[in-house]
């Protein structure tokens, strides 16, 4: 009885744990305090080596955006998010995609139609797995995303299907809620 009374705490703890780091992905303020590069403004590009990139980012995060490695499919928080607001880059914190682009694709990945603005993603080439696919990577920090397919709904009928790990949620700001009420 003694050793449940003591494992007990510890189970609440690890519980509460794991239920923060969720809630964390969805939060307005990521943890970027050991990543000098991190900004929502500053549009100029960013090259650091892997080795560095190493030291800063998450190890999830790293394995995603440095080594074009995929997430889980239904694993991320922000697949089924319905909330205003705009997805930065988790690496560099580059703009990459607003709410009302938004749709669920039933991929098991974040989902949109469009980025924010032309420049910010880039594209390559990606044969890799004997399919051939397009690779989507921030405009900033070439950081890989995901990828773009071309059977997405209107306007623009493309699918960008993004590892949701590489994306760091803000919702809209209340002034915005707030144009839209009186409007
Ligand atoms: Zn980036």
Redesign the pocket.
Known sequence: MKRILILLPLALGLQFCTYSQSKKQTAMEPSNQNNPVHSNSDTSN?NKTDAEWKKILPADVYQVAREKGTERPWSSPLENIKDKGTYY?A????PLFISDTKFESGCGWPSFYQPVSKGSVIYAPDNAYGMKRTEVM?G??K?HLGHVFDDGPPPTGLRYCINGVVLDFKKAQEAEKQYKKEN
């Open positions: 960013v880059c690496v560099c914190g580059n921030c900033r920090c950081s």
